[in-house]
């Protein structure tokens, strides 16, 4: 590798030189394929993480701009029944710990199609969604969630504090993976933070990712990959202290942190942000070998699906997709699974029905189709709702139709 092309840390600047996992070439996953343009080129970017060796930060390069990425967005968060029931609890639980009431302002950015605001709205709390993808915000914005067609950063922070907006809960649910610029969107949460201010942020928690296989969640969109150690990092350096951490089993495992202006006395230090730490420190995460165990251990994931996928091919069985999510695409791509595999994959977003997965060009139809072509297995994508979907799609049980779960390791449910 040449130097002047050394990639560098979006936090520290540090050159990165160690390598988390490189999953090879592959399409943006939100980029659907239309009917129509199934003859063209797709354009495809290395899918490679590096892991920070001073921050200790994974993260991948910035290869497209949010720009491209976010402004007509295909990902509506409103379709998964259990993602609205945790965004729900979470309302309930904050509003009573934090006391919101008519008085507080809730400031989401990336408030997507505004799921969770809503729950702020119905209790009658003041919110503020700030969310770039121009079609999902107008679906906010028609549900009557007020919602800024905007990229959140310090200069929008700095011109809300300026009219008198600032946060007492500032939430991100899966957002600070997503920015490219890490230190200019926690420095504008740090301005809109009022002084006895909260900021919540939740993110895949990169432990679990490690220890799960979970190389699926890695995609273009998610710029970054975060240990309790980094973004403690991250944070401190914008004058944040995180005072508090929750475990979640949401996305396969992951964070919620709970922030406060450094300055702010009134919030004691939980005992839970220092159990974290020192499990982190336990399980080798400031050493780079730990790191480079991870990438050996994606390869043998791969080849131990493809193993059962030509197996059951070749018993002359049929298959087929449950769900379209951004991590199915990773899998598919990394593995080549297309339709030599897979006829076809279902989705219930009406916005992914017709098009078809990008890269493998699997077809993504409405999920009334596997009850019409009977498959014998049914392979889920989006692994982190299997109780859910395997409890909606019991009926294939009917004509013995099975379950394929691709992801810590495949697994058969009968
Ligand atoms: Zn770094």
Known sequence: MTTDKEPRCRFCASPLRFSLVDLGMSPLCESYVAADALNQMEPFYPLHVYVCDTCLLAQLEEYVSPEAIFTEYAYFSSYADSWLKHSKAYTDQMVSRFGLNARSLVVEPASNDGYLLQYFVEKGIPVLGIEPARNVAKAAIEKGIPTLVEFFGEKLARELSGQGKQGDLILGNNVLAQVPGL????????VLLKPRGVITMEFPHLVRLMQENQFDTIYHEHFSYFSFLAVEKIFAAQGLTIFDVDELPTHGGSLRIYAKHAADMTKPISRRADDLREREVAAGLRQMPTYAAFSEKVKETKRKLLDCLIRIKRDGKSICGYGAPGKGNTLLNYCGIRTDFLDFTVDRNPYKQG????????????PAKIEETRPDFVFILPWNFKDEIMDQMSFIRDWGGRFIVPIPEVRIYE
Do not use: E, R, Y
Request: glycine share 10%; net charge positive.
């Open 183 to 190: 230190n200019d969107f926690v420095k504008g949460m740090k």
């Open 355 to 366: 098009k078809f997965t990008p890269g493998t060009h699997i077809p993504i139809l409405s």
